[in-house]
């Protein structure tokens, strides 16, 4: 969703750093972009509809076109912003920086601002007038009401501004008068300012600034921040301690947040699937000595072994991930899972008792439906857990303790590699709480540690899964049937096609076909048959010959060795053997290859899929 990138230092211009910076923040899906900057003395604020290279263009054509010049101004300084609309259509007008009729106090702003219609009528009734339909732009208006009426500086008056504001944001601004200073603010959206030498940086993402420094800052809810080039001073404003000057080490490369060789983020994060197997699992699962140990739970030790319940609560992709960690860890552990999707817990008035524990699950660790979530049991006095993979995100801060997926930076729309670590976490999860006491303890450790090989064997199969891609790319839906692992498997296979294939696809439990879903089978109507060794497999064959006796194509995801289903399958793609608990990595890897291929097929924008956006930071 919407960007936020700014610089503030002498080491380079902060126009250079703030359109390079949204370049970084394209994959998280955007409509329009703009900046204010003040480079050598030259106040420069631009905002178009489309590409932030548009923006560029302008900005080379009309470099000189500055709006004032600011003398005094030694050090360069400026903010920048991507938006996805939710307030008012993709025009100019409704672009970011929003300004005052002044023009010299420039806002970007990520999230929603809930009160702003009633700020805006009180505004106007004051003689403010407006330019845009947003939320954003009482702000600037807000901050010059307070300078005037309370003849108060700049600072004073953003913070005065800030806490009228309700919703769920994160602000930058400037002011031209004070050339050499950023100030941000922060409810329920992320923002970050990255600590370099005699230079600070500001981005809603860690990925727009992790080129220039790995030392971070997370700001908090509530807390606001004054940053020069020398220092950022946060203060909090609802009276509590700000977390202040807490540096932190980003642990990722900047290179992670490129696409290497590759044609797509999409693609790359799919082949990092090995990799991202190794990190999930790396220092945690010991089989030599028949342990796992997951350091990040070490904290809520006492208060994991009372727990008779748990729910897991998360959105997309990630409650996919959920619904298998459901069936991993009632079968391993034996505590009883609900996987809720967190848009629906929030709201939902049900009894929770004190040895419930919630998990959340999710790679941005921002995504508002599952903070809410969260929150809303903060006070329940229940133990709250993160599987995440933005270290330092919301989530992992709200959360009592967790585990990171350490899959790195994510950048393609669809969620393939978290996907992935999320799986591995919540096998470990189960095994670090079955005590040692499953019979699958010790088989599951040692195939964890074979897993890394047997999904690069997965990758391996890549062109006859573009090939039946390309065979299959001009169906007009899809149905995924599975049993048992790999039913929740099925949900996630149709959800990565419709997302960036736009072709209609439902993942469906195989047993449930007769109940309805069979109706719709004919010879134009192909299903994606995961049909893997278990004990369920007999019953899945039994189904898929339901399909083929309707003329269904079938293209069928099954175990090396199952020679028996190429009577039955018009196509068939093998994965390597292993436990019927770790089946979901591997033929996922299969699924997400296979929308991959069948969206390059139709011509589509893979990373970047329309309507969608990377972290959904808005209810
Ligand atoms: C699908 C996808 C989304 C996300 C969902 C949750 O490919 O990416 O469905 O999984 O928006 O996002 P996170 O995991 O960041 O909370």
Redesign the pocket.
Known sequence: MCGIVGYVGKNESSTDFVINGLKALEYRGYDSAGLATIDKGKLKYLKDVGRVANLDKLIKNNGDNALKEIGSAKISCGIGHTRWATHGSVTKPNAHPHTNSASDIFVVCNGIIENYQEIREKLVSEGYKFKSETDTEVIPHLIDFYMKSKKADFYPAFKTAISDLRGAYAVAAVYADNPETIYVARLSSPIVIGVGDQEHFIASDPSALIHKTKKVIFLNDYEVAQITAKEAKIESLDGAKAAAQQVVELDYEAEESEMGKYPHFMLKEIHEAPATIQSAIRGRVKPAINTIKLGGLESVKQQLGLIDRIIIT?????YYAGLIGEYLIEEIAGVPVEVQLSSEFKYRNEPLSRGTAVIA????G??AD?IAAIKKVEDYGILKLGIVNAVGSTLARITDAGVYCHAGPEQS???TK?FIAQVTILTEIALHLSNGKSKLYSPLLKELVDLPSKAEETLKLESDIKKLAQKYAKARDFLFIGRNYLYPCALEGA??LK?ISYIHAEGCSAGEMKHGPLAMIDENFPTIALACNGPLLEKTMSNIEEIKARKGPIIAISTEGNEKIKTLADDVIYVPKTVEQLQPLLVTIVMQLFAYFVAVEKGLNVDRPRNLAK??TVE
Do not use: P
């Not at 998360?314 to 990630?318: K, R, Y």
């Not at 699950?361 to 941005?364: E, G, K, N, V, W």
């Open positions: 998360a959105c997309g992709t990630s699950i999710s790679q941005s921002e995504t599952t729309v669809a969620s978290a959800l990565k997302e972290s959904v």
